[in-house]
């Protein structure tokens, strides 16, 4: 079993919302924090939030006031709902679990002006 699965990436007008989800495998999902990062074409990987098992949030600067991390506890998955988007969050969106260092396969999210 994969023990991440991402979903929901897309391609969306500057000013457009989208949710990616995050499924975990049932043995890791409430062992410890889960999270997101993204990449830009020619960037590094770079922390945009992530939210502990007792559903404490933490956001980058550059999406705080846009973006909501939440925790679904009925499908083991955390949310990323990203409103307001901008160009400058085209990138790969990755899904880990911050504490058993896994990471999804991605999902690209393109923002278009």
């Known amino acids: 079993q994969v023990p991440l699965v991402e979903s929901g990436g897309g391609l969306v007008q500057a000013g457009g919302s989208l949710r990616l989800s995050c499924t975990a495998s049932?043995?890791?999902?409430?062992?410890?924090?889960m999270g997101w990062f993204r990449r830009a074409p020619g960037q590094r990987r770079a922390f945009v939030a992530s939210i502990t098992r007792d559903g404490v949030s933490r956001y980058d600067d550059s999406v705080r006031g846009r973006f909501i991390i939440a925790r679904d506890t009925s499908k083991n998955a955390i949310n990323l709902t990203m409103n307001s988007l901008k160009p400058e969050d085209t990138a790969m969106y990755y899904c880990?679990?911050?504490?058993?260092?896994?990471w999804g396969q991605g999902t690209q999210v393109t923002v278009s002006s």
């Open positions: 049932e043995s890791i999902f409430d062992r410890g924090q």
């Open positions: 880990t679990h911050i504490g058993f260092d896994l």
